[in-house]
């Protein structure tokens, strides 16, 4: 298969934090770039050498970007697979639009884990008022998520009876949506994988996520963070999942690790993800190069980690801190004299609660030492 070489043009549908950080990867690289988003401000069309501003299934901005490109990827798991199809029809596109449909819905993802032989947690489907009534008794309490279209935690809500279960799905418009029964969690880790389209396959090492209010709150990456066997099982268990898909591109798989020592899949994410954004600065290759490479057809090495690496995310929330009347910029300069801090800011005009505004990497030689330096520089922030 012929490599794209530096010098041609890598498209990605999606102007978010994820695209601005492929871009910058892919113009170290020296490739060009487009990105399709229909935001003047994204932060990826900020940054980007062409910046196709339509909307995703938008006829002419779907062919916009495929005059520019010599191949596209997505950062944004919700553009419609349709318009993927569309791209693939003129251009190499990765991941394929078949993969990113079956992410897209819960209730596909959780077949295919089935599928490749890695549990997930009980569940039950939910198609329409009929399904209800036949919901076993063994889901409560659990949770209900929507099958399509959810992220940082929305889209979901807590059912802690079977009285509960009615309201609860008419709160969230009768949509098509999945009862998971909520499981007593131990901690939350994932695993980065890219697939090459030669079926070659590496990862980065497992990340232990802490989620807070759905959201991700802090990913800590060294050789303790998990404990050894659910660790292995969930890096055999990703590389299963992106070769039952016949994946190419990065994938990154969520597991939930329970008390008695299991582990079950959770959900998947078709492109880099925020758990994996220490790798710029704590492993020899990005996630973000590492797709580079898997859509230009370059060779996959298997990165190396040389740091202990803890993420911090920052979200607006921070603009709005304790006797800040208005958005209120947070002192940068007090966390940047901490040894080891890599600043990441998307450039997003406006800061909102919840809203991801960028992201604090720590690296440091050890992983106590920069465990703590992660408290100091979330205390300083406030
Ligand atoms: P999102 O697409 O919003 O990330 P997730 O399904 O990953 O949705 O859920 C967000 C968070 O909610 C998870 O990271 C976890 O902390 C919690 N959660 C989700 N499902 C369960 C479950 N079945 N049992 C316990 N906690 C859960
Ligand atoms: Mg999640």
């Known amino acids: 298969m012929t490599p794209i070489l530096p010098g041609a043009t890598l498209g990605v549908m999606g102007g978010g934090q994820l695209g ?36 995703y299934v938008d006829e002419i901005g779907l062919a916009e970007l495929s005059g520019y490109s010599d191949a596209i990827t997505t950062e944004f798991e ?8 569309r791209l693939a029809d003129h251009r190499p596109v990765a991941p394929a639009a078949s993969a990113v449909a079956i992410a897209q819905d819960r209730a596909q993802e959780k077949a295919h884990f089935t599928r490749c032989g890695v549990p997930c947690a009980p569940y039950a489907v939910i198609t329409g008022e009929d399904a209800l009534a036949g919901i076993g008794d063994e889901l409560f309490p659990g949770i209900l998520k929507t099958a399509r279209l959810g992220y940082d935690g929305k889209g979901q809500a807590r059912v802690a009876t079977r009285a509960d279960l009615r309201p609860a799905w008419e709160s ?76 190419v591109g990065v994938l990154c798989i969520e597991f939930f690790g329970l008390a008695d020592g299991s582990l079950v899949v959770n959900e998947m994410a078709p492109r880099p993800h925020n758990s994996g954004h ?11 190069e590492l797709q580079v490479r898997t859509l230009a057809r370059l060779p996959l090495v298997q990165p190396r980690q040389h740091s202990p690496a803890v993420m911090l995310n920052l979200l607006g929330d921070l603009w709005f801190r ?13 966390v940047l004299c901490l040894p080891g801090t890599h600043l990441h800011l998307y450039g997003k005009a406006e800061a909102r609660p919840g809203r991801k505004m960028g992201h604090l990497t720590l690296t440091g030689p050890t992983p106590p030492s920069v465990r703590e330096t992660a408290l100091d520089a979330a205390q300083r922030l406030g």
């Open 78 to 85: 919700n553009v419609p697979a349709a318009a993927l199809a």
């Open 322 to 334: 304790e006797g800040a009347t208005g958005a209120q910029t947070p002192d940068w300069a007090s």
């Open 172 to 247: 969230l418009r009768r949509a098509d949506c999945v009862l998971e029964k909520m499981l007593p969690l131990a901690f939350e880790c994932s695993v980065v994988v890219a697939r090459g389209a030669d079926g070659v396959m590496v990862h980065l090492p497992v990340q232990r996520n802490l989620h807070r209010n759905g959201i991700l709150a802090v990913t800590e990456v060294h050789e303790q963070c998990v404990p050894p066997v659910p660790g292995l099982r969930a890096i055999e268990a990703a590389k299963a999942i992106a070769e039952g898909l016949d994946y």
């Open 278 to 288: 220490w790798s710029i600065e704590g492993a020899d290759v990005s996630q973000f």
């Open 20 to 55: 601005r950080m492929f871009v910058h990867a892919a113009q170290r690289m020296g490739y060009f770039t487009a990105v399709l988003d229909p935001d003047e401000g994204s932060p990826a069309g900020r940054v980007s050498h062409h910046h196709v501003r339509s909307d």
